[in-house]
């Protein structure tokens, strides 16, 4: 069975630069997984943040980017701001059909 | 302004059925591949289904299949979930989000959500 791994959580500074990773529990993630990243505060519905490894959604700020590093794709946000605390999931499309969700890395900003 | 809107979520007991629709506007339905996507309370994003943009092809999570059928009326613009056999660990929110291609990421815009609540 096919597990996407997150870190639980992370802590980033007002202003700072922090890196999200998003790997598998066997072998690496590729770009033809089409990483992707999403993001949730509590009591709203998920946004998506980038698809496709690292083509930001309308709208998204260009704060946010996606990456391949080593054997995991990555979100790094740069410049970190009050209202980026949320939830962060990413999600690998491995030919299925449906997406593989990660456990989603629980971002606080302080 | 592209937008989805959930529906049909409520209280059911154990066993019972549900159907859920999603309503597409401000885009071509039939364009995309549709998903729905659950949230238990306090738990992450779970992918429960998606069917193709004609129809033809489907795909179910392993905790799901054989109970919900996904299916899509692009005529009227809508997704729907056919829940049945409900169980006590379905109890979530569902989110319908579509994609531009079977197996392609989904993308903005994700519905608001409906809570479906299984309890006896």
């Known amino acids: 069975q096919t597990v996407v791994t997150q870190e639980p959580s992370f802590s980033v500074s007002p202003g700072g630069t922090v890196t999200l990773t998003c790997g598998l529990s066997s072998g690496s993630v590729s770009t033809s997984y089409y990483p992707s990243w999403y993001q949730q505060t509590p009591g709203q519905a998920p946004r998506t943040l980038i698809y496709?490894?690292?083509t930001r959604s309308s709208g998204v700020p260009d704060r946010f980017s996606g990456s391949i590093l080593g054997n995991k794709a990555a979100l790094t946000i740069t410049g970190a701001q009050a209202d980026d605390e949320s939830d962060y999931y990413c999600?690998?499309?491995?030919?299925?059909?449906?997406?593989?969700f990660g456990g989603g890395t629980k971002l606080t900003v302080l | 302004e592209v937008q989805l809107v959930e529906s049909g979520g409520g209280l059911v007991q154990p066993g019972g059925s549900l159907r859920l629709s999603c309503v597409a506007s401000?885009?071509?339905?039939?364009?995309?591949?549709m998903h729905w996507v659950r949230q238990a309370p306090g738990k992450g994003l779970e992918s429960v289904s998606v069917i193709s943009s004609n129809g033809d092809s489907t795909y179910y999570a392993n905790s799901v299949k054989g109970r919900f059928t996904i299916s899509r009326d692009n005529l009227k613009n809508t997704l729907y979930l056919q829940m049945g056999s409900l169980r006590l660990e379905d109890l979530a929110v569902y989110y319908c989000?579509?994609?531009?291609?079977?197996?392609?990421?989904?993308?903005?815009?994700w519905g608001q959500g409906t809570l479906v609540t299984v309890s006896s």
């Open positions: 401000g885009f071509t339905l039939s364009s995309y591949a």
């Open positions: 989000a579509r994609a531009d291609f079977w197996s392609g990421p989904i993308r903005d815009p």
């Open positions: 999600v690998l499309y491995m030919g299925s059909g449906i997406g593989v």
């Open positions: 496709s490894t690292n």
